[in-house]
């Protein structure tokens, strides 16, 4: 295992939250990207769940006029939404959004329920050449759950998130992917038979690809002790083998790395499991906790580590974004073997729901 500093192609996050415009308390472009900056990051995706939703080129440019201003070095990068207003109904000008050079398209934060409009969003991206990323969690079968099944759960008496949920979303847009050759990313994957599901699809020769977050590959649900929404988050944490699982695909090159940065103001995480939003902050943690996972636990080589953090995000791009990665140049250079703390206090993000305080990690990117 080598220590000091190393190099590599600049990292791409694909699933950030900035919450600009809607909720600037929690994150604002800006300090999103400073965010990103101090996470060692080249590039990051936002996601179109900003109020108003971002379904129209004029919300993408929006997005990069505020990016233009910040010295943070990292390139925006915009998704767009499948369905107009992300309410699922209808499908979103999609040519249009490709024609204003999004990244990909995602409802991220909603399952697009209707199969008749899932079909005809991902018929149109196929034709397009684009990728329709899908927040695989059904609705109708996670029936209101805020949690795995999991002491916790059942000592507060919570509602319970069948693994189903995940994996009939995933069957289903697997079958639509069949249908129409569209290149599909499963987002933050969180059930052993979820990742069943992408091996035998990739195995069949389907273009699906699909992201593990660092929360899910470091913690469980049996790690939730207390009534903390601070482990709340959508998809849940799975139990331990789920967890395994998903540190075996990680390894096997079968997911990417993302974070689904989720800032949220103090107010909205402090009501328990039961009330709180969902989601985390991640992007100041994520090269740390996922070295330490999967190099320093699971005996990763570096360099494959490393690519599920440059590599292999940007083969779910559009040819537009990855160019605006490739022209900005910025490389993401570690420092490891220096352990240092988890510091919350000390983030650039604007929030704080974050469950890694005090945790000690020996690899963190080198300050610019």
């Not at 769940?49 to 971002?54: H, S």
Request: hydrophobic share 45%; glycine share 8%; with cysteine.
């Amino acid at each position: 295992m080598m220590n000091g500093l190393v190099e590599f192609p600049g990292f791409v996050d694909v699933h950030v939250h900035f919450r600009d415009p809607g909720v600037p308390s929690a994150e604002t472009t800006l300090s999103g990207l400073a965010s990103a900056a101090k996470g060692g990051f080249a590039a990051v995706v936002t996601m179109p769940n900003t109020v108003p939703a971002c379904d129209s080129a004029e919300l993408m440019d929006y997005q990069r006029r505020i990016a233009q201003s910040s010295d943070s070095g990292v390139a925006l990068l915009p998704s767009a939404c499948i369905t107009k207003g992300r309410l699922g109904r209808e499908v979103a000008d999609l040519e249009a959004l490709a024609e204003a050079g999004c990244a990909f398209f995602t409802d991220d934060g909603s399952y697009v329920q209707d199969d008749a409009v899932m079909a005809e969003a991902m018929g149109r991206a196929a034709r397009l050449g684009l990728c329709i990323c899908e927040h695989a969690m059904d609705p109708a079968v996670q029936k209101g759950g805020v949690i795995r099944d999991c002491a916790l759960a059942r000592r507060l008496g919570l509602p319970v998130i069948s693994p189903d949920a995940e994996t009939v979303a995933i069957r289903r847009d697997l079958s639509i992917c069949r249908d129409t050759g569209c290149r599909l990313h499963i987002q933050h994957i969180s059930t052993a038979e979820g990742v069943s599901l992408v091996r035998d699809a990739r195995r069949e020769g389907l273009p699906v690809t699909a992201e593990a977050t660092p929360h899910h590959i470091l913690l469980c649900c049996e790690d939730i002790v207390r009534d903390d929404a601070n482990f709340k988050m959508a998809p849940p944490l799975g139990n331990h083998e789920d967890r395994a699982e998903l540190r075996r695909a990680v390894k096997d090159g079968v997911l990417m790395f993302a974070t689904d940065h989720a800032p949220h103001p103090a107010a909205t995480k402090s009501c328990g499991f039961a009330k709180s939003a969902n989601g985390i902050i991640g992007l100041e943690t994520a090269i740390a906790i996922t070295y330490h996972v999967m190099v320093e636990e699971e005996g990763m080589a570096v360099e494959d580590w490393a690519a599920a953090w440059w590599k292999m995000p940007r083969s779910i791009l559009s040819p537009g974004a990855a160019a605006a990665i490739e022209a900005n140049s910025r490389s993401t250079t570690l420092v490891i073997g220096q352990s240092r703390k988890v510091a919350v206090s000390a983030f650039a993000s604007l929030s704080r729901n974050c469950p890694y305080d005090g945790m000690q990690f020996d690899c963190w990117p080198k300050e610019v």
